[in-house]
């Protein structure tokens, strides 16, 4: 008999990719309910669906994936004990996050008048899109400060973290790349809260792409009135999908946790769940995916600024590629809806996102990039430069 396959919709060409391997039903999130998964053999989710007990005991799930980088929307201690195989979409949306920020950090740094080169950028969370944003910023010129306790504690040589209050005091900006977790030597939930918030430098940005509860609105909030911090940008929020409109108003960039939404990003997690569940049920790949994962054609950038200054002339040249200053124009537009509309509203931001490709699919003539410039623009932006 053919697997039945239970799908969130949103993940991107999920029939194309499993219909080789059972009968696939795409629902909506909202309808990956207990009733819809307990005569699935396979499920398959994005992290608005709690994947826990309550949701698949007395199932017949043998697998379940999330297309996602994360998984704190998964008990996973509940999944071993049913005897349900788990695999994610690890490092799938990673480099689309890296360039998230990197566009963040452009868009600061030209808003406030920061010289790359006389900036410190702190990294708490080093892993997989920590280290890319390490490397893109070192390649903008930046001075750059990384905090991992785990990492920290698992190298047995020399290693360049520094503390977290120290790292704080030094940074221009911080940006936060750790997993969420609530409980442990290590816990992350509310790991920026009022005490964090204060041991900022004066005047300080706050970059969040991680999860929302790492950071707490509310002494975020308190923080962004009394005017300690230079500004805040969010990607991810607390109580999704209903985030707080007081500190929506307050931040200085807002977007509906797409920074891992570039088109790439999603279909690779596509693509690893494909191949995780083929590996799992032991049969041989046959979804050809190969022409998905390239452009039309190479896209030529053009620059539209004559402006000397390092940072205003990526900014200018990033905007091109990814303009986040239109994804914070949408998400502002939640700042007119009544409260009780507001989960369906950044919902279908999500959803009806626009289509954004990878920077690495974008080129640019050498002769139209400053000489000083060509590494930031080939290693921080990641575009091909050609003669």
Request: charged share 15%; aromatic share 6%.
């Amino acid at each position: 008999m053919p697997l039945n396959i239970l799908a969130d919709q949103d993940i991107p060409y999920v029939h194309e990719a499993f219909r080789h391997i059972g009968t696939v039903h795409k629902v909506a999130a909202r309808d990956i309910t207990r009733a819809a998964v307990k005569g699935a053999d396979i499920l398959l989710v994005r992290s608005v669906t709690s994947v826990d007990h309550r949701l698949v005991e007395g199932s017949q799930i043998q697998f379940a994936g999330s297309a996602t980088i994360g998984t704190d929307h998964v008990d996973h201690t509940a999944l071993a004990a049913l005897g349900i195989a788990f695999a994610h979409a690890r490092g799938a949306g990673a480099e689309s996050v890296a360039e998230y920020v990197t566009a963040a950090i452009l868009v600061i740094a030209t808003r406030a008048g920061l010289a790359l080169k006389a900036t410190t950028l702190g990294i708490v969370g080093c892993g997989d899109i920590g280290s890319r944003v390490f490397r893109r910023a070192q390649a903008l010129g930046m001075r750059v400060l990384q905090n991992d306790p785990p990492l920290a504690e698992a190298s047995k040589g020399p290693c360049s973290y520094v503390p977290l209050y120290a790292l704080l005091r030094e940074s221009d900006i911080v940006t936060l790349h750790v997993p969420l977790s609530r409980t442990g030597a290590h816990a992350t939930h509310h790991l920026f809260g009022s005490r964090a918030l204060e041991q900022m430098k004066t005047g300080a940005w706050l970059i969040n792409t991680a999860r929302g509860p790492v950071v707490s609105g509310q002494a975020l909030h308190a923080a962004l009135v009394c005017g300690s911090l230079g500004g805040a940008v969010l990607d991810v929020w607390e109580h999704e999908p209903t985030p707080s409109q007081s500190l929506l108003h307050k931040v200085s960039l807002a977007t509906p946790h797409i920074a891992g939404h570039s088109y790439d990003g999603k279909l690779l997690g596509t693509i690893l769940l494909y191949r995780a569940v083929a590996r799992h049920f032991g049969v041989t790949p046959s979804w050809d995916y190969a022409a998905l994962q390239q452009p039309p054609a190479p896209l030529s950038l053009a620059p539209s600024t004559g402006t000397r200054h390092a940072a205003a002339w990526l900014d200018a040249l990033t905007r091109t590629m990814y303009d986040l200053r239109a994804d914070d124009a949408r998400m502002r537009t939640l700042l007119d809806v009544p409260p009780e509309a507001l989960g369906a509203c950044f919902g279908l931001l999500r959803t009806g996102y626009p289509r954004r490709r990878a920077f690495r699919h974008h080129q640019i003539a050498a002769g139209a990039v400053p000489p000083a410039l060509h590494e930031a623009v080939r290693h921080g932006l990641g575009v091909q430069l050609y003669p």
